[in-house]
């Protein structure tokens, strides 16, 4: 429920109290307000020629099977295109009807959709609006008129990380330090994962979330200051990974709302930590699975099946968005995988379309996303400099190349700048940015290739210039030969909004071999370096580092790898 919209059902129950307002009773018994329904209108962002609106429906009728909301424009506004309603206009009159998948309007229920347009002149609120031809109560504004809010500015900059430190993990930071050399990358800011309910308020005496936005509030001193969380707990989580497997079941929907996000919410709303820039990663290696790993599909497995048909990870996802969206210094990115998952033609657009999904549930707009992060807890290079998609060797297109195997990307600057191109098609904000993790993608050290490699074959030409000398693009866990990468920065490139550590370098990413546990992390193959692999990664090596303990925990011969290879190097 969006903060304007909870001030204006307060306001009516104000007024209600103060005048004897009658309530209604409707056939089924439900008890509804007078006023039949609401309308909150608001106008997300702005400029001289266009304008993209967010609407809220709230039905306080009896329930409806279907519904079409009209208005009219005193002005020369211009739909040109919509999301999750189907939105058609003829001079100043507009329609917006239901889609097929948000067709039901419960009683008190709720129903998002959004647009963008164009105008000249002014850009006035409607004054009116209808719900299958019945009159409600409006509430609308826009960048200009924000109402006063408690828990801090109204308004988000448009790139969190523009003119602002980044909170630096005092726990990550000791344990960096401690390594020989580490010294030199301790000062550098990472992700603080609330991997489960207990991270909330602190696990084995560590710090909970609380404790770390007061530190967050001591390092940012005068200036603007990032703090990275990121929101990691899904039922059923990580479907076709089980080594970052999670505590909650795949039913457990209930659990995540009430006794993971709420609470979360609860502690950002907090009016002490107003001045902080929170940036929260919204659910890593969740929803990709959706469109590459159940069906048919060889990589499918039963778990990601089970996810699919529940609905879960969209509903979570959601329902965080929402909640956490209501925050106005919360700054949602969700996770968009990496161009080694979804850069193929066939998982690409599916993917984007889910994401959509996802972000107009459970109460969610699109609006509700700041932007999108690739390549969190993954290894693919930032930039291949000694080859591109578009070449040609030896009579073969780069494309077909073992290593490329079709894919449409070689790395993740140019994968994270096209998804951008095709999330706003979608329906998602122009102004959207993207994140890319580069805490483990350097992949430098003596076997990082000085050019490209020889033109006896794509083959050839590809695996000796490529910078990611991982043996699959599909290997995840602890990869061999990894190191730092490009150090965090703000605005680094084109739709960029910028270079982060989301992922801690040097927390494992899944044990080696089977270690019993409490945190609901199970033992997954890809973990292990005898493992001969999978459909989802070719059937190849794993490639994984020996001896790493489960997922999370510190590994310190990863981190030292990192540090040997790090790329640009350590000075």
Not at 13 to 39: E, I, S
Not at 163 to 188: D, F, H, L, M, T
Not at 436 to 462: E, F, H, K
Request: aromatic share 10%; proline share 6%; net charge neutral.
């Amino acid at each position: 429920m969006s903060r304007t919209r909870t001030a204006l059902l307060a306001a009516m129950a104000l007024v209600a109290g103060a005048t004897g307002t009658a309530f209604a009773v409707d056939p089924g018994g439900v008890g509804t307000a007078a006023v039949p329904c609401t309308v909150d209108y608001k106008i997300q962002n702005q400029w001289s020629t266009g304008f993209t609106a967010a609407v809220t429906v709230t039905n306080n009728s009896a329930a409806k099977s279907s519904w079409s909301l009209k208005w009219s424009y005193a002005g020369n506004q211009k739909v040109t295109s919509g999301w999750n309603a189907k939105i058609s206009q003829s001079g100043p009159a507009v329609t917006a009807a239901n889609e097929s998948y948000n067709a039901q309007l419960a009683t008190g229920g709720s129903v998002n959709f959004g647009f963008q347009g164009s105008y000249s002149g002014s850009n006035a609120i409607p004054a009116t609006f209808t719900l299958d031809g019945v009159t409600c109560n409006v509430d609308a504004g826009g960048p200009t008129d924000p109402p006063p809010d408690p828990n801090g500015p109204a308004n988000r900059v448009n790139n969190p990380y523009a003119g602002a430190k980044v909170y630096v993990n005092p726990e990550w930071s000791a344990k960096a330090a401690a390594e020989p050399g580490g010294s030199r990358i301790s000062n550098q800011p990472t992700g603080v994962w609330l991997d489960r309910i207990a991270a909330i308020n602190g696990v084995n005496g560590g710090m909970g979330l609380r404790a770390h936005l007061d530190e967050a509030l001591r390092q940012k001193g005068s200036g603007e200051l990032v703090v990275q969380l990121v929101i990691y707990n899904l039922p059923g989580r990580d479907c076709a990974a089980l080594a970052s497997n999670g505590e909650l079941k795949p039913d457990e929907i209930g659990r995540y709302k009430t006794e993971y996000i709420d609470p979360i919410k609860a502690i950002l709303a907090d009016s002490k930590y107003a001045s902080l820039r929170i940036v929260t990663t919204i659910e890593i290696d969740s929803l990709p699975n959706l469109v590459t790993n159940t069906g048919s599909r060889p990589t499918a497995t039963p778990q990601c099946d089970v996810m699919k048909a529940n609905g879960n990870y969209q509903k979570g996802v959601g329902y965080a968005l929402n909640k956490l969206g209501d925050v106005p210094n919360v700054y949602n990115y969700v996770d968009a995988g990496h161009h080694g998952w979804i850069g193929w033609d066939d998982n690409f657009g599916a993917s984007a379309t889910l994401f959509k999904e996802a972000a107009t549930t459970e109460g969610a707009t699109v609006n509700d996303v700041h932007g999108f992060i690739t390549n969190t807890a993954n290894y693919s290079a930032l930039k291949e400099n000694n080859f591109t998609i578009n070449d040609n060797v030896a009579g073969k297109s780069v494309r077909e190349s073992k290593w490329v195997d079709w894919n449409r990307y070689v790395d993740e600057l140019s994968f994270a700048q096209a998804f951008r191109n095709q999330l706003v098609s979608v329906g998602f904000p122009s102004g959207i940015g993207m994140l890319i993790d580069t805490s483990r993608n350097g992949w430098g050290g003596t076997a990082r290739p000085s050019g490209p490699g020889a033109q006896t074959s794509v083959d050839t030409y590809v695996d000796g210039g490529r910078y990611d000398r991982r043996i699959h693009v599909g290997n995840w866990c602890n990869q061999s030969g990894a190191g730092f990468g490009e150090r965090p920065q703000a605005n680094p490139a084109a739709g960029i909004d910028a270079y982060v550590w989301m992922k801690p370098p040097g927390e494992s990413d899944g044990a080696s071999k089977e270690i019993p546990n409490t945190e609901g992390k199970g033992f997954d193959r890809m973990c292990d370096p005898t493992y001969e692999g999978n459909a989802r990664n070719g059937f190849n090596m794993s490639g994984a580092l020996p001896d790493a303990p489960i997922s999370g925990h510190w590994f310190s011969a990863q981190f030292r790898q990192l540090m040997q290879n790090a790329y640009p190097p350590l000075s």
